[in-house]
C-alpha cells in the first residue's frame, strides 16, 4: 500500500492519507535462506532419540554475531521490564479447602510443564532458565550480597534481574509476544563474573552460553526469530533438523492428517539418513498398542515425494515432565468438585501418561460441560502460534477462579448472540446450523503457565468438538486490570489522551468479550464430512456473497482449518475475530449489555466514548504493531499484532478523512493518529465489514490462495512503513508487563497461599520457589 501524501494549504500538520487503489497488488516477500548451524549426533536408530532431544551445543566461538550495534539496540532486554501483580488473594481466600487444593494440583500441573514450554522455544532456554534459577539459590535472593561477593557493579546485577525477570515472564529466551530473541543488557564477561559465585554457577553458565544459540545475540540475524529452520530460523518445533525443509514439514503433515494422527503434541524430527521421527509427548516411552491412536503402528512408509523415507513414531517426549503432570492431575481429580471434572481428569491423565489427543479431546468434551465451575482451569498443547507451521501447541495451563459480578455481563452478552450474528456479513448459509450457547466466564488467574497470559480465551480448539458441542470463553479480569503507574501513550494526539486513559480498560473488556464469544465463536466450515456426505447442500452450494457466484471450494475429508491455511491460520482467524470486534463494538445494544448508555445511538455519551476508545486502541495497536515485524525477513512475528495491522491499514483505507497519520517533523517522531469519532459508523464499520466479509468467506470455503493473498497483501510493510514509521515506534515502545504470580503450598491437608512483591526480585523469588 502506497502512502500518497498530501499537504493542504494552510495546515501546519503533514497529513498522510492512504487510499485502497494505492495498495500494492503484487505480493513481495523476499527472505533470505540461511542454513541452521546446529550439530546433531550421528547415530539415527531410536535408541539414539534421546541424546538427540538434549539441547544441540555450539562452541561459544563459531556463534560470534556480525549484528552491529543499532541493529542490536531493538534485541536488548527492556530496561526496566513492566512488572505487575496479579491480584488473586481476595479471591482465593473464598474457597473452601476442598476448592483450594483442586486449584493448588491444577496449578501444580500447568507449572511441572514449564520445562517443556522452555524447550519448545530454544534449546538454549532451559540451561539459562536454570542459571537464573543457581544464582538465586547461591545467594538464597540477597542479590546485593552475591554482587559484592563477585565484584558486579550494583547497574550489571540490575541489568542482569531485569533480564532474568523478562526471561520468566516469556518463559524462555525468544518473546512469547512477537517471537524475537532478547538478549542481557548485562556484558558476557560481567555476566560470567556473577555467575563465578559457585561451582554450580559456574557449571550452569557455561551450559548456558554454549547451548543452542546462546544468551546473546545469534550468529546470523534469521536465528533471532522464530521460524521455519530452512529460512535460517530457530524453531525446537523440528529438533536438530538442520537440512528440513518446509515442503518436507508441510508433506508429513498432510500424511498425518490422512492417517487420522493429530500433531498438536508432537515435535518431528529428521534424521541424517533423510527419514524422519515424529516425537510424541507422554510420560510412557511404550504405550500399549490400545493405549495409542494408532493402535499397534510404530513405523510408516511415506509415499509420493517422500517415497523410500519412514516416518518412526518415538513416545516419551518430556516423558519426566508428562509423568509429574499426570500425577498431578490424578490428585486434582481426587479433589474435584462433581463426575464431570473427575472424568475429564481421568481422560487428561490418559493422555499426558500416553500422548492420545484422542483422549485429550475426550477430556474437552467433558470440560465443555463442566458449565459454571468455581475453580476453572484447562492445560495442555493448546496454542499452535508459534509453530512456524500453525499445527503444533505450546504447553500451556491455568487454574483460576470465577468472578461472579463480572460473569453476570458476559452472561447476558451470550444470551443476546443469536440477535447479533445475523448483523455480521454473511448470510445464514456460512453460520452454525445453530448456535450453541457457550459457558462464559469472568476469570481471576491463581496461576497461567505458559510463554505469556492473554486476556480472553476460546477453546477448546478443535473444529469438530466446537461446531458439535460448542466451546467456552473466558476473560481474565485481574489480567486485564493489571496496571503499570504512569505508562505513556504515544501516538494518542492531546485532545484524545483523557478520554483513552478513561475508557481504554472498559473498551478492551468489551472488545474481548465480543472477540471470544461472536468472533472465535461464529462462522462454518463448509464441509465434505466424509466422502459424499456434506454439511451443506452440494446440489445447490451456497452462493458467495464475494464473487456472487456458487462456492467452488470446501474442506475435504480429513482437512481442518489449520491444516489447509497452515502458517498463517492461527493470525488470519483472530484479525476475523477482531473484525467482528470492531463491527459488533459499534452496536449500542452490546454496549449497554456492559453498562455503558441506553442502547440507543450516542457517539457523545459514555457509550461513545467506549466505543472511540475501542477504535483509537485498534489503529494505536495497528502503527505499534511495526515493532513485531522484521525487516531482515519481511516476517510477522506475532498473530494478533500482524491482525491489527491489517485493520489500521483498513481504517486508513476507510475514506473521507476517516483515520490520518499526521505529523510536523520530517523524521515522524511526532506522529499522531487522528480519527473522526464522528465517521466510527459511516465510514469505519462499512469498511471492517467489508474486509471482515472475506476473510470470513474464505475461511468457511477453505478458499485458502484468495486468503492468503488477500491476507498478504494487506499484511505487508512496504518501504515507508518499514522504513520511516517502524524506527518510531521502536523508539516510543513500551515495554510489555511480566505478571508475578502467586504460589500455593501445601502443608497438611490445607493449601497456604504466598504472594511476591511485584519487583524483579519477586518474580524470580516466586519460579525459584515454584521448584520445577
Known sequence: MTPLRSFPAKASRKAIHFSAAGRLLQLRHHQSLVSHHIIRPASTGSTAVAARLKPPTLDIETRSSVMDAKAKQQYLADSPPTVVRLEIKPHFDV?????????????????????????????????????????????????????QKTGVSAE??????????????????????????????????????????????????EKARKSGGGIYETSTPELMHLGYPEKGHMSTYYPDSPTITTEEISLIASFLEKKKLLPENTRLQKTDAGNFELLIASANKSPAASDRDVRDVDKWELDGKLKGKTLQLVFGDYSEEMAKIAQSIKQAEVNAANDVQKRMHAQYEKSFKTGSLEAYKESQREWIKDVGPVVESNLGFVETYRDPHGIRGEWEGFAAIVNQERTKAFGKLVASAESMIPKLPWSKDFEKDRFLSPDFTSLEVLSFAGSGIPA??????????????????????????????????????????QVFRDYRDPAFEVQVGIHEL??????????????????FD?????????????????????????????????????????????????????LELFGFGNGEEDLNGKAGNVLYASYLQMARAGVMALEFWDPKSSKWGQAHMQARYSIMRTFLDAGGDFVKLVHTKDDLSDLEIHLDRSKILSHGRPAVEKYLQKLHIYKSTADFK????????????????????????????????????????????????KEYEPTLEGMIQSYAERDV
Open 706 to 753: 484468495a486468503g492468503k493473498a488477500l491476507y498478504d497483501d494487506i499484511t505487508h510493510v512496504d518501504e515507508w512503513w518499514g522504513s520511516r514509521v517502524r524506527p518510531v515506534v521502536l523508539q516510543k515502545k513500551i515495554p510489555r508487563k511480566v505478571f508475578v504470580q502467586a504460589n500455593t503450598v501445601l502443608e497438611g491437608d490445607k493449601v497456604v497461599l
Open 156 to 205: 550489571n546485577l540490575r541489568f542482569f534481574l531485569e533480564y532474568a525477570a523478562q526471561f520468566l515472564g516469556n518463559c524462555g529466551s525468544y518473546k512469547g509476544f512477537g517471537d524475537s530473541k532478547f538478549i542481557p543488557r548485562i556484558s558476557a564477561a560481567n555476566l560470567e563474573t556473577l555467575a563465578s559465585a559457585t561451582a554450580e554457577t559456574k557449571a550452569a553458565w
Open 518 to 535: 461472536l468472533g472465535h465463536g461464529t462462522g462454518k466450515l463448509l464441509q465434505e464430512t466424509a466422502p459424499g456426505q456434506y454439511n
Open 456 to 497: 480472553g480465551i476460546n477453546i477448546p480448539n478443535y473444529d469438530d468438538i466446537r461446531m458439535n458441542l460448542g466451546y467456552k470463553n473466558v476473560s481474565l479480569g485481574n489480567v486485564l486490570s493489571a496496571k503499570a503507574p504512569n505508562e505513556p501513550v504515544p501516538f494518542i494526539r492531546e485532545q484524545d489522551l
Open 95 to 147: 474457597l473452601d479447602e476442598k476448592q483450594k487444593r483442586y486449584a493448588h494440583f491444577i496449578s501444580r500441573a500447568a507449572f511441572q510443564g514449564t520445562r517443556i514450554t522452555l524447550r519448545q522455544v530454544s534449546p538454549e532456554s532451559e540451561p539459562i532458565y536454570d542459571l537464573i534459577i543457581s544464582l538465586y539459590r547461591a545467594c538464597n535472593g540477597d542479590w546485593n550480597a552475591l554482587a
Open 538 to 590: 452440494i446440489s445447490r452450494p451456497p452462493v458467495s456473497p464475494i464473487t456472487k457466484k456458487p462456492i467452488t471450494s470446501w474442506y475435504k475429508p480429513g482437512q481442518t482449518w489449520s491444516s489447509v491455511f497452515g502458517s498463517i491460520a492461527s493470525s488470519y482467524e483472530e484479525c476475523r475475530a477482531e473484525c467482528v470486534a470492531m463491527a459488533l463494538g459499534c452496536d449500542f445494544k452490546i
